[in-house]
């Protein structure tokens, strides 16, 4: 749940704000779910007359009440609003239960009052999913007492941040942001580009770039192999130099290849995610000598020429492989110092598996590779994590998924559709794993990742029983298939009936 704190002094302003149409049209249905005193009492009615719309007189001068009492006692900025919001993958609350989780959330802000001090008056307003598809709740708080004494907030913002952390573990919600636990942030979109993504009927580009740029990392041996796999994808790449030394690279940019006669959209490499910045990247080879601007420049890479037994061969081959990979993942214990660098090539695994399945950048893999970058998100600051046998293998098997590319016809997409259900089997034992390491966070977004790609076990496991994978160890045998154990049960109901899926 992520808490947005803003502050006005005109509440009758935020009133006709909160029950109007919404920048993007969004306000469908406009209504209060809790407030200080009887929700029936304190909602506004809709004019019969005058154009229609809403009486909120009533409403802002109750609101209003205490902050004239306080007179020039009062806080200048009185009228306090917070916006608590799910992401898209939570799916949607009804208003009981948003009505419990705001009454607990101004409660634990401290602005009910308690035996010694009166408390404010407030109401939380809910009216559809946000432009990007988030539920969501606003509450709007007088920052005055009852008695009109002011109330004079201190780290507010801080303290909203704790109390999301407590109230999604009482109503047992995901916990989706691991930049809250001091990991590495993610830029979020603006809204242009969530109107561009939206007209365009495609996924916004920043997704786009960031999961391209991800898997280009996977297996990628030193940073001119990163840069010519960038290219090889389709992107275009500009090296930033210092002002010093011309020849030096220090940042870069990324972009889709516009359309006809279109102007490409750069992002830069730390505005896609924390850990995709240049500084962030060149960890991964601390001993390595650093390539000049024209080797960055001159960087190219050819497409994949296999025949089409030949990549069939490879998928299979990756298939035992992240069998063989998940089964390793039960033995490695919880506080191994493994897990830092397993956690990212299987992060980089499945953006490898998505950019080969879903070139859209719209699907399930997609969105669980997007989940799963950051339930392995590094801390800020974070040493580099120790070299992995697993983590290495992952990117040997991302590097031959690379080799292979994309199906060309029905019967190779069924092979390759075997690699995404084993692919999925290695995301749910890593959100199992997650989770039995106790990092909240960080098993929130790996949980989430394997909630998107449940359906795809449940309906590829009999297409992957029809196809033969060689066994290391003698002829090829079909696979055994139990499907795991859930994650996290109460997801799964939840993302199953999300009516945005």
Request: hydrophobic letters at 40%.
């Amino acid at each position: 749940m992520i808490p947005k704190v803003t502050y006005g002094a005109r509440v009758r302003g935020l009133l006709e704000y909160l029950w109007g149409p919404g920048k993007a049209e969004e306000h469908v249905n406009p209504h209060l779910v809790a407030g200080y005193d009887d929700v029936a009492l304190l909602a506004p009615e809709r004019r019969e007359r005058e154009g229609g719309g809403w009486s909120l007189e009533e409403l802002a001068a109750r609101l209003d009440a205490p902050q004239i009492a306080a007179g020039e006692r009062g806080v200048q900025q009185y009228v306090w609003q917070c916006s608590l919001s799910l992401p898209a993958q939570e799916g949607q609350l009804d208003d009981a239960t948003w009505s419990r989780i705001a009454g607990r959330f101004v409660a634990e802000m401290g602005f009910t009052g308690d035996a010694e001090r009166a408390g404010c008056r407030w109401i939380a307003v809910r009216h559809g999913l946000s432009a990007k598809g988030n539920d969501h709740v606003h509450l709007v708080v007088t920052l005055a007492t009852e008695d009109g004494a002011p109330v004079w907030l201190r780290q507010d913002k801080r303290r909203s941040q704790q109390v999301a952390d407590l109230l999604e573990d009482e109503f047992g919600l995901g916990k989706w942001t691991p930049g809250r636990a001091g990991a590495t942030k993610r830029p979020e979109l603006g809204r242009p580009e969530v109107d561009r993504a939206r007209r365009s009927g495609q996924a916004p580009d920043r997704e786009l770039l960031r999961r391209q740029v991800r898997a280009a990392l996977a297996g990628a041996r030193s940073e001119a192999e990163w840069v010519a796999r960038m290219k090889g994808a389709g992107l275009l790449v500009a090296p930033r130099t210092s002002a010093k030394d011309p020849n030096q690279v220090v940042g870069y940019a990324v972009a889709l290849r516009p359309t006809g006669a279109g102007t490409p959209t750069w992002y830069a490499g730390r505005s896609l995610d924390g850990d995709l910045s240049l500084l962030q990247v060149r960890t991964r080879w601390p001993e390595a000598e650093r390539p000049p601007v024209g080797q960055w420049k001159a960087a190219d890479s050819t497409e994949s020429n296999l025949r089409g037994e030949d990549r069939m061969a490879v998928w299979r081959s990756s298939v035992a492989a992240l069998e063989a990979i998940s089964g390793r993942l039960t033995g490695v214990p919880p506080d191994s110092p493994q897990w830092p660098a397993v956690a990212r090539a299987s992060a980089e695994l499945l953006a490898r598996v998505a950019a080969a399945t879903e070139p859209s950048g719209q699907g399930p893999m997609s969105r669980a590779a997007d989940a799963l970058a950051r339930a392995a998100a590094p801390p800020r600051r974070a040493p580099v994590p120790p070299a992995s046998s697993v983590a290495r293998e992952l990117g040997r098997v991302a590097d031959a998924l690379l080799v292979a590319g994309r199906a060309r016809d029905g019967g190779e997409a069924a092979v390759l559709l075997a690699v995404v259900v084993q692919a999925a089997r290695l995301v749910v034992a890593l959100a199992e794993l997650r989770a039995a390491q106790q990092q909240a966070h960080a098993a929130g977004a790996a949980a989430v990742a394997a909630a998107h790609l449940m359906p795809l076990l449940q309906s590829g496991a009999q297409l992957v029983d029809q196809v033969q994978v060689p066994n290391q160890g003698g002829p090829p045998q079909r696979p055994v298939h139990t499907l795991p154990g859930p994650v996290r049960p109460r997801i799964d109901p939840r993302v199953e009936r999300d009516p945005q899926r």
